[in-house]
Every structure is written in C-alpha cells, then in structure tokens.
T-cell receptor
Framework: NAGVTQTPKFRILKIGQSMTLQCTQD?????MYWYRQDPGMGLKLIYY???????DKGEVPNGYNVSRSTTEDFPLRLELAAPSQTSVYFC???????????????FGPGTRLTVL | QKEVEQNSGPLSVPEGAIASLNCTYS??????FFWYRQYSGKSPELIMS????GDKEDGRFTAQLNKASQYVSLLIRDSQPSDSATYLC???????????FGAGTRLFVKA
C-alpha cells in the first residue's frame, strides 16, 4: 500500500492564481481530511469528508473548496490564491468515526505552497 | 482559551533522561487523545493513543490521561537523539469528526 499520497510536493503561485492539491489514499478509509500547518504552529483543519459525496467545513475553510467523488480521492481547490495561504498542506485519512473505532489518522507527505 | 494547549518549548533533555511533555484541553467531553511525532519537514506520525484515565505504556513511551483535570501527558524514557522532534497533542472533540491539534512541543535530546 502506498498509503496517502499528495501531489505536488512544492508549488509557487502568484496572487490570484488557482490550483488543485491532489490527495489519494489506497487504504479504503471512509474519512479524509485537509489540514494546513503554518510555521511553528499546529495543524488547522480546513475541510473533512466522511465518505464519497459528503464534505464539511473545518476550522479555516475560507478560500478553499473540496469535493469527494470517490472513496480514494479528496482534492483541495484554491480559487484565488492569497499570500495568507502560504503554508504546508497535509491530507490525512482514517478508517472510521472516532470514539467508535478510535481511528488513527494517516498523513500524506504534504504540499509546500508559497503564494507571492 | 485555546482548545488544546501545549508548551511550545524547546524542551532540552540529555540522552538517557526522561522527557515529559504536557497538554491540556478545554472540551470536557473529549473521548480520544493522541500524541503525534513530527520530524522537521515531515508529516506527523502517531506514536500513542489513549482513551481511558490512567497510564498506557508502549516501549519507551507512556501516555497519561486525567480527564478530571483535562490533561494528557507523554513520557519518553531513555531519551535518544533520534527522539528530537516536535510532539503534537491531538484531541477528538465531542462530535467525533474533528481532531484538534495543539501547536506542538519541540524536544531536543542532547547526545
């Protein structure tokens, strides 16, 4: 199993440009998450999905959009990039709802995004 | 009040010593608690999870949970230079769908 994969690893965007961060997991996990991590900070949840076709906002959703058409894929879309979106983005997945099966989150390697 | 609070450190301990990392949380009905280790430039990886009051041991790691006081801690015995990393405390909220992460504690183990 490859686990959670993310592309690209690095990207530089100009203000106002758009891009999609790709995330794929091959563990048949129901739950997927997008986080951002600013320097010296913890992870902030952007969006999450509990299954194909179902998504919901996290703590910091403004400026981002997501979709979940398949169990495996959970892309994150930035429509109008802003310098405040410079960060490292991590995708994660877990098997089931926390508390029921005490799910562990498995993280992808991250995408380092710079907006200039 | 932050939902999950950790001392940012850095915490510096000599090789072979015990490193003690602490975390407090605000949601009184939180159910699940995790410690993730993150090396510089890498993604977080789970090292311990705990769900009941008391201690849970796994090798050199011991997680301690006190729900009445709303704190969770991680002890690393016989610390090694390879333990030098940032340790993130994570708490699943009462709704269960969201995990709230602390800002992390940087640990340095001096050889």
């Amino acid at each position: 199993n490859a686990g959670v994969t993310q592309t690209p690893k690095f990207r530089i965007l100009k203000i106002g440009q758009s891009m999609t961060l790709q995330c794929t997991q091959d563990m048949n996990h129901n739950y997927m998450y997008w986080y951002r991590q600013d320097p010296g900070m913890g992870l902030k949840l952007i969006y999450y999905s509990v299954g194909a076709g179902i998504t919901d906002k996290g703590e910091v959703p403004n400026g981002y959009n997501v979709s979940r058409s398949t169990t495996e894929d959970f892309p994150l879309r930035l429509e109008l990039a802003a310098p405040s979106q410079t960060s490292v983005y991590f995708c994660a997945s877990s098997y089931s709802r926390t508390g029921a099966l005490r799910d562990t989150q498995y993280f992808g390697p991250g995408t380092r995004l710079t907006v200039l | 009040q932050k939902e999950v609070e950790q001392n940012s450190g850095p915490l510096s301990v000599p090789e072979g010593a015990i490193a003690s990392l602490n975390c407090t949380y605000s949601d009184r009905v939180s159910q699940s608690f995790f410690w993730y280790r993150q090396y510089s430039g890498k993604s977080p990886e789970l090292i311990m999870s705990i769900y009941s009051n008391g201690d849970k041991e796994d090798g050199r790691f011991t997680a301690q949970l006190n729900k009445a006081s709303q704190y969770v801690s991680l002890l690393i015995r016989d610390s090694q230079p390879s333990d030098s990393a940032t340790y993130l405390c994570a708490v699943n909220t009462s709704g269960g769908f969201k995990t709230i992460f602390g800002a992390g504690t940087r640990l340095f183990v001096k050889a």
